[in-house]
Protein backbone atom coordinates (compact mmCIF):
# COMPACT_ATOMS: atom_id res chain seq x y z
CA UNK A 1 0.00 0.00 0.00
CA UNK A 2 2.75 2.28 0.52
CA UNK A 3 4.38 2.22 -2.77
CA UNK A 4 0.81 2.88 -4.20
CA UNK A 5 -0.06 6.14 -1.18
CA UNK A 6 3.76 7.30 -3.08
CA UNK A 7 2.73 6.76 -6.48
CA UNK A 8 -0.40 9.21 -5.84
CA UNK A 9 1.49 11.28 -4.07
CA UNK A 10 4.50 12.04 -6.74
CA UNK A 11 1.03 12.41 -9.34
CA UNK A 12 -0.54 14.76 -7.63
CA UNK A 13 2.76 16.54 -6.95
CA UNK A 14 3.37 16.69 -10.90
CA UNK A 15 -0.03 18.27 -11.08
CA UNK A 16 0.08 20.99 -8.72
CA UNK A 17 3.11 21.83 -10.06
CA UNK A 18 1.86 22.32 -13.52
CA UNK A 19 -0.57 24.59 -12.11
CA UNK A 20 1.30 26.59 -10.24
CA UNK A 21 4.24 26.84 -12.97
CA UNK A 22 0.96 27.91 -15.63
CA UNK A 23 -0.63 29.95 -13.63
CA UNK A 24 1.66 33.21 -13.68
CA UNK A 25 2.48 32.57 -16.91
CA UNK A 26 -1.28 33.42 -17.73
CA UNK A 27 -0.66 36.30 -15.09
CA UNK A 28 1.70 37.71 -17.79
CA UNK A 29 -1.08 37.92 -20.39
CA UNK A 30 -3.46 38.94 -18.11
CA UNK A 31 -1.48 41.83 -16.95
CA UNK A 32 -1.44 43.58 -20.45
CA UNK A 33 -4.91 42.76 -21.31
CA UNK A 34 -7.17 45.63 -21.72
CA UNK A 35 -10.14 46.14 -18.10
CA UNK A 36 -13.06 44.39 -19.14
CA UNK A 37 -12.00 43.49 -22.55
CA UNK A 38 -12.29 39.61 -24.40
CA UNK A 39 -8.97 38.51 -23.18
CA UNK A 40 -9.38 40.36 -19.89
CA UNK A 41 -12.58 37.96 -19.38
CA UNK A 42 -11.06 35.00 -20.47
CA UNK A 43 -7.97 34.91 -18.82
CA UNK A 44 -10.50 35.42 -15.55
CA UNK A 45 -12.19 31.74 -16.74
CA UNK A 46 -8.58 30.47 -17.46
CA UNK A 47 -7.17 31.27 -14.00
CA UNK A 48 -10.28 30.40 -12.02
CA UNK A 49 -11.09 27.06 -13.87
CA UNK A 50 -7.32 26.62 -13.51
CA UNK A 51 -7.26 26.94 -9.63
CA UNK A 52 -11.04 25.10 -8.88
CA UNK A 53 -9.98 22.05 -11.21
CA UNK A 54 -6.37 21.72 -11.59
CA UNK A 55 -4.64 23.26 -8.56
CA UNK A 56 -6.45 23.16 -5.74
CA UNK A 57 -7.79 19.54 -5.59
CA UNK A 58 -4.01 18.23 -6.41
CA UNK A 59 -2.89 20.28 -3.74
CA UNK A 60 -5.44 18.72 -1.76
CA UNK A 61 -4.60 14.89 -2.81
CA UNK A 62 -1.06 16.25 -2.64
CA UNK A 63 -1.35 17.16 1.39
CA UNK A 64 -3.52 14.38 2.13
CA UNK A 65 -1.38 11.86 0.65
CA UNK A 66 1.38 13.02 2.23
CA UNK A 67 0.45 13.15 5.58
CA UNK A 68 -0.48 9.44 4.84
CA UNK A 69 2.90 8.70 3.79
CA UNK A 70 4.68 10.53 7.24
CA UNK A 71 2.20 8.37 9.55
CA UNK A 72 3.71 5.00 7.28
CA UNK A 73 7.47 6.26 7.48
CA UNK A 74 9.80 4.60 9.88
CA UNK A 75 9.60 7.44 13.12
CA UNK A 76 13.59 6.35 14.10
CA UNK A 77 14.31 8.09 10.32
CA UNK A 78 12.22 11.36 10.42
CA UNK A 79 13.90 11.43 13.71
CA UNK A 80 17.40 11.06 12.92
CA UNK A 81 17.43 13.40 9.23
CA UNK A 82 17.39 16.52 8.94
CA UNK A 83 16.29 16.67 5.26
CA UNK A 84 11.96 15.93 6.05
CA UNK A 85 11.65 18.69 8.26
CA UNK A 86 13.49 21.07 5.71
CA UNK A 87 10.99 19.47 2.95
CA UNK A 88 8.33 20.41 4.93
CA UNK A 89 9.57 24.31 5.08
CA UNK A 90 9.87 24.24 1.67
CA UNK A 91 6.59 23.00 1.22
CA UNK A 92 4.52 25.56 3.90
CA UNK A 93 6.49 27.92 1.64
CA UNK A 94 4.99 26.48 -1.85
CA UNK A 95 1.43 26.39 0.25
CA UNK A 96 2.51 30.10 0.69
CA UNK A 97 3.16 30.83 -3.04
CA UNK A 98 0.02 28.93 -3.79
CA UNK A 99 -2.22 31.51 -1.71
CA UNK A 100 -0.65 34.21 -3.08
CA UNK A 101 -1.32 33.00 -6.54
CA UNK A 102 -4.84 32.80 -5.40
CA UNK A 103 -4.84 36.13 -4.05
CA UNK A 104 -3.49 37.85 -7.06
CA UNK A 105 -6.18 35.69 -9.32
CA UNK A 106 -8.83 37.28 -7.23
CA UNK A 107 -7.72 41.06 -7.26
CA UNK A 108 -7.03 40.30 -11.21
CA UNK A 109 -10.89 38.96 -11.07
CA UNK A 110 -11.65 42.39 -9.71
CA UNK A 111 -10.13 44.71 -12.80
CA UNK A 112 -7.03 45.13 -10.70
CA UNK A 113 -3.65 44.99 -12.24
CA UNK A 114 -1.81 43.56 -9.15
CA UNK A 115 1.47 43.53 -10.47
CA UNK A 116 3.34 43.75 -13.55
CA UNK A 117 4.43 41.41 -16.24
CA UNK A 118 7.83 41.45 -15.65
CA UNK A 119 6.64 40.27 -11.73
CA UNK A 120 4.96 37.69 -12.69
CA UNK A 121 7.74 36.07 -15.44
CA UNK A 122 9.80 36.55 -12.40
CA UNK A 123 7.86 34.84 -9.99
CA UNK A 124 7.31 31.86 -11.94
CA UNK A 125 10.64 30.32 -11.67
CA UNK A 126 9.49 30.08 -7.62
CA UNK A 127 8.18 26.68 -8.00
CA UNK A 128 10.52 24.97 -10.22
CA UNK A 129 13.16 25.56 -8.01
CA UNK A 130 11.33 24.70 -4.97
CA UNK A 131 10.67 21.65 -6.72
CA UNK A 132 14.40 20.51 -7.84
CA UNK A 133 15.54 21.51 -3.91
CA UNK A 134 12.63 19.69 -2.42
CA UNK A 135 13.37 16.13 -5.51
CA UNK A 136 17.22 16.99 -3.54
CA UNK A 137 16.20 16.27 -0.62
CA UNK A 138 13.75 13.70 -0.96
CA UNK A 139 16.16 11.68 -3.15
CA UNK A 140 19.44 12.08 -2.04
CA UNK A 141 18.55 12.95 1.59
CA UNK A 142 22.34 15.17 2.08
CA UNK A 143 21.42 15.80 5.72
Do not use: C
Not at 94 to 100: Q, T
Amino acid sequence: MYEWLKAIHISFVIFWMAGLLYLPRLYVYHSNSIKGGELDLKMIEAERNLIKIIITPAMVITLISGILLLINYNLEILQSSFWLPLKLLLLLLLFGYNGYLTKQRKLFALGERPKSEKFFRLINEIPALMTIFIVILVVVKPF
